[in-house]
């Protein structure tokens, strides 16, 4: 039987959707999945992507303002991060996401794509999970170390 290879699975969360995007800790190339509305099928359709893509860690793009002070966003963000925590059972970690959406829309508006705002929300995950992933260099090279 084929070892399972881990994933990593990132959240850019807004008020009515969630982007999402995942990359193998092996391979840790950061790609779009998809886009979920955020209402109450919101954690178990999260669970069972957890499940099927056997993701061990989730990483949340945290909003801030442009001098990095907490906002309102900032705030409603935490808690739904928190609420994370309590529902999942693999560490949940965040990562500054400021301006991935500005920079999705950037791209898809350069590659002349017909897009919708869930695009721009999966590929903002896609940054978001990049920027974590260069920080965090403690799995290089394939190794796999539980943070």
Do not use: C
């Not at 935490?78 to 920079?103: G, R």
């Amino acid at each position: 039987m084929p070892a399972v290879t881990h994933s990593i699975l990132s959240l850019d969360v807004g008020d009515k959707r969630v982007g999402i995007a995942i990359a193998s800790v092996v391979a840790r190339l950061p790609r779009p999945l998809l886009t979920l509305p955020r209402n109450d099928k919101f954690i178990p359709d999260l669970r069972k992507i957890i499940s099927d893509e056997a993701v061990e860690t989730l990483v949340v793009g945290l909003p801030r303002g442009l001098d990095g002070q907490h906002t309102k966003q900032t705030q409603v963000t935490e808690t739904f991060i928190d609420e994370l925590k309590t529902q999942l059972k693999i560490p949940v970690y965040t990562q500054d996401e400021a301006l991935t959406s500005v920079q999705a829309e950037s791209e898809l508006q350069a590659h002349g794509a017909t897009y919708q705002r869930g695009d721009i929300d999966a590929l903002a995950a896609a940054y978001i999970l990049e920027d974590w992933l260069q920080e965090n260099t403690n799995q290089q090279k394939g190794e796999h170390v539980t943070l």
